[in-house]
């Protein structure tokens, strides 16, 4: 039986495959309306475009009466989730990885710009 190691969470985690790309990117913000699925399935097939991702398979969604829309595409690279809700208020999360660079910055704007949002926040990692 192998040894199992555990690393202590911290500020920063430990990168257990240096030699393999993987870049992060959590966009999250306030809509001014609430967003459709057909909405979600754009946003999806359009940031692949504005971040130059190949698709594998075309955006998914799904909606749960108690959390609101979900959605994901894939890519040759990885892929994007999102989810939307409208309750308890207007709010969005997306979750883009990849294992190719994208501008976050790119990304970022898109984001805002396509859903109008009035609020954003962002996190790379």
């Known amino acids: 039986m192998s040894a199992l ?9 430990v990168d257990l495959a240096p030699d393999i790309y993987r870049q992060r990117l959590v966009v999250e ?18 940031l692949s475009d504005v971040l130059g991702m190949v698709t594998l398979l075309t955006p998914v ?6 959390f609101g829309w979900a ?13 939307g809700w409208e309750e308890p208020r ?13 501008s976050a910055e790119s990304a970022v704007a898109f984001t805002r710009n396509f859903f109008g949002a009035t609020r954003i926040a962002y996190r790379e990692f």
């Open 90 to 102: 207007l709010f969005f999360s997306a979750d883009i990885y990849t294992c190719k660079p994208f």
């Open 5 to 13: 190691t555990l690393d202590t969470p911290g500020d920063a985690m």
């Open 71 to 83: 959605g994901w595409i894939h890519w040759e690279t990885s892929g994007a989730h999102f989810y």
């Open 61 to 66: 969604t799904h909606r749960s009466d108690q």
């Open 29 to 46: 913000g306030v809509p001014v309306a609430p967003i459709s699925d057909d909405q979600i399935r754009r946003y999806l097939s359009e």
